[in-house]
């Protein structure tokens, strides 16, 4: 069965320090798709990068990368320089064909980032 | 601007009582989907719908029940029979894979005294 695991449930850095959530998957198939998403205090999960199984190009944008490692099943998230506005839950989640069918993701427990100024 | 809208934002309820949680999208997605969310349980699947008039159970369909009659709307009642419905509760869609990633509304929070 597909799995995700964040290991860190909290992190907290200060302001303008580099930090690194980690994610690591569990699937049987080999075309997956991986995502991640932030989660404000308002509640709304907001969309951030989605990444199928045979594109492991590291990707960039902004303050933003990813680095996704088939060999070690992970795909972790890495924020430079944080701000304050970066605080937030973070979920990293997996979308595969468990069970002859692509219907639904499935979540890590998140990771809670506090950016204190 | 298209998107999904979930009201009430905070939703009050006595013990015993059912509810029902609104879910309406404008995406003119196929598929929508219900979670819910516990501090430090991440977020769990309830109910999910691919097309209309058809819904199956998620990881943790007991005390839950859904409908969906239009393609726009997949509203969640939270049943007596749930015995720890106060939650978060997020509504969310997608074009019909999961492949393309979900769009997911602001969601409402469930206080049952």
């Known amino acids: 069965a597909q799995k995700v695991t964040q290991a860190q449930t909290e992190i907290s850095v200060v302001e303008k320090e580099d930090v690194t959530l980690d994610c690591v998957y569990e699937?049987?198939?080999?075309?997956?798709?991986l995502f991640w998403y932030k989660q404000p205090p308002s509640g709304e999960l907001v969309f951030l990068i989605r990444?199928?199984?045979?594109?492991?190009q590291n990707e960039i944008s902004g303050r933003y990368s990813w680095n996704f490692q088939k060999s070690t099943s992970s795909f972790n998230f890495t924020i430079t320089a944080s701000q304050v506005v970066d605080s937030a839950v973070y979920f990293c989640a997996l979308s595969d064909y468990s069970g002859g069918s692509n219907y639904k993701l499935t979540f890590g427990k998140g990771t809670l980032l506090t950016v204190n100024p | 601007d298209g998107g999904i809208t979930q009201s009430p934002k905070y939703l009050f309820r006595k013990e015993g009582q059912n509810v029902t949680l609104s879910c309406e999208q404008n995406?003119?997605?196929?598929?929508m989907y219900w979670y819910r969310q516990d501090p430090g349980q991440g977020l769990r699947l309830i109910y999910y719908?691919?097309?209309?008039?058809?819904?199956q159970k998620g990881d943790i369909a007991e005390g839950y029940s859904v409908s969906r009659e239009k393609k726009e709307s997949f509203p969640l009642t939270v049943t007596s029979a749930q015995k720890n419905p106060t939650a978060f509760y997020l509504c969310?869609?997608?074009?019909?894979?999961?492949?393309?990633?979900?769009?997911f509304g602001s969601g409402t929070r469930l206080t049952v005294v």
């Open positions: 719908s691919q097309i209309v008039n058809d819904f």
């Open positions: 969310a869609s997608s074009i019909g894979l999961a492949n393309y990633g979900y769009t």
């Open positions: 995406l003119n997605h196929d598929a």
């Open positions: 990444r199928n199984s045979f594109d492991e």
């Open positions: 699937t049987r198939d080999t075309t997956y798709y």
